[in-house]
């Protein structure tokens, strides 16, 4: 059982007549007593509220850390989604470019067989165009080339009777 401050102003002793207490000494010493453990039992109370008040706020950061744990692993996974999907994203558009250059390439290949094709078939014409040429002005060489050998025996006519004529006999 607890003792209050009241219990101590209030408590009673027996005065033996000899070897006795003095009254007003023991009075005054209870007093003293009295509002210390009164003193006491207030600053309790008030560190009891206190110590309250601070595991209320105690609980309240740990429900705040709890929370900031939570957003914090939330935000990690949240991060670590968006790097996998930025990485996706990132591939899909490599692949996409590799095969836009790739079609671009094939392209470009058809191109070039297109054009060397025309070019092959510039160079056959040219070399059939050469050869006509050529073949043209070697005929016309052996024409020239004929027309001057006969050319001095075969004179046309003057006007005079020709020898071996048959219309001057």
Do not use: C, W
């Amino acid at each position: 059982m607890r003792i209050s401050p009241m219990d101590i102003r209030q408590q009673q002793f027996t005065v033996k007549m000899f070897r006795g207490f003095d009254v007003q000494e023991v009075d005054t010493f209870l007093e003293d007593v009295a509002q210390d453990y009164e003193a006491l039992v207030r600053e309790n109370t008030l560190l009891k509220e206190q110590l309250q008040v601070l595991e209320e706020r105690t609980r309240g950061l740990e429900d705040r850390e709890k929370v900031l744990q939570e957003t914090l692993v939330t935000t990690q996974r949240l991060t670590e989604e968006m790097k996998g999907a930025a990485r996706r994203e990132a591939a899909l558009v490599v692949r996409e470019a590799e095969a836009a250059g790739e079609k671009f390439l094939e392209q470009a290949r058809a191109q070039e067989a297109v054009i060397r094709s025309e070019v092959m078939l510039l160079k056959r014409h040219r070399r059939q165009l050469a050869e006509g040429l050529r073949s043209t002005l070697e005929m016309y060489q052996r024409l020239v080339a004929e027309d001057l050998r006969s050319g001095p025996s075969e004179e046309p006519a003057t006007g005079g009777a020709s020898s071996g004529s048959p219309a001057g006999d």
